[in-house]
C-alpha cells in the first residue's frame, strides 16, 4: 500500500491537504481485455496490434471458446470499419520444431478467419491468414512467462 499525503497553501487563511491511498495486488490473469476503440487506435497509430484473448488448446489449432469475447470485439471492428482488410498473424513460442511451429501457427490464424466467417459473418475476403511460427518473438521463449507472450495472434492492417 501506497500513501500520499500533500498538504498546499491555497490563500493565507486556508490550507487544502489530499491523501491518495493506492493499494498494490497481484494482476489476475486473462483479466485484460480489449474492446473496439483499442483495436482502432493500435491499428491505427502501429498498423498492427497484438493480440492475447484467442486461445488454442496446446498442439491444436481450434480456437476454444474462451476466445469468443476477443473474436466478438474484431467482427465488431470490422463491422464498423467495412473497408479495412486484415492479416491474422499466428504466433507460437518456440517449443517443438521450425516447420512444426510455422504450419501450427499458419493452421491456428486460418482457424481465426473461419470462426470470425462462419460465427460472426465476416467476409473471409477481408481476412487473409499468416502463420510466422516463432520467428517474431516479442521476449524471450526461455520462460514460461516469455513463451506466453509470443503465443498471440496478431491483426496487421493490409495495404489496399
Known amino acids: 500500500m501506497y500513501v500520499v499525503v500533500t498538504v498546499f497553501k491555497q490563500s493565507s487563511e486556508r490550507l487544502i491537504t489530499q ?6 495486488a497481484p494482476l489476475e490473469d486473462n483479466k485484460i481485455t480489449v474492446d473496439v476503440d483499442y483495436l482502432a487506435r493500435e491499428l491505427a ?5 497484438a493480440l492475447y484473448g484467442i ?3 496446446f498442439d491444436r489449432a481450434e480456437v476454444t471458446p474462451e476466445s469468443d469475447l476477443e ?3 474484431i467482427a465488431d471492428f470490422l ?10 498473424v499466428g504466433h507460437t513460442d518456440y517449443q517443438g520444431n521450425l516447420e512444426y511451429n510455422l504450419d501450427l501457427s499458419e493452421r491456428r490464424a486460418a482457424s481465426v478467419v473461419a470462426k470470425l466467417n462462419t460465427d460472426y459473418g465476416i467476409n473471409k475476403d477481408r481476412l ?6 516463432p520467428l517474431a518473438p516479442k521476449t524471450t521463449n526461455e ?8 503465443r498471440r495472434v496478431e491483426l496487421v492492417l493490409m495495404k489496399g
Open 45 to 49: 497509430i502501429k498498423g498492427a496490434v
Open 19 to 24: 491523501i491518495d491511498i493506492t493499494e498494490v
Open 143 to 150: 520462460t514460461d512467462e516469455g513463451r506466453a507472450k509470443n
Open 55 to 57: 486461445y488454442f488448446d
Open 71 to 73: 473474436l466478438q470485439v
Open 79 to 88: 463491422s464498423a470499419n467495412p473497408d479495412v482488410s486484415l492479416y491474422v
Open 128 to 133: 487473409v491468414p499468416k502463420g510466422v511460427g
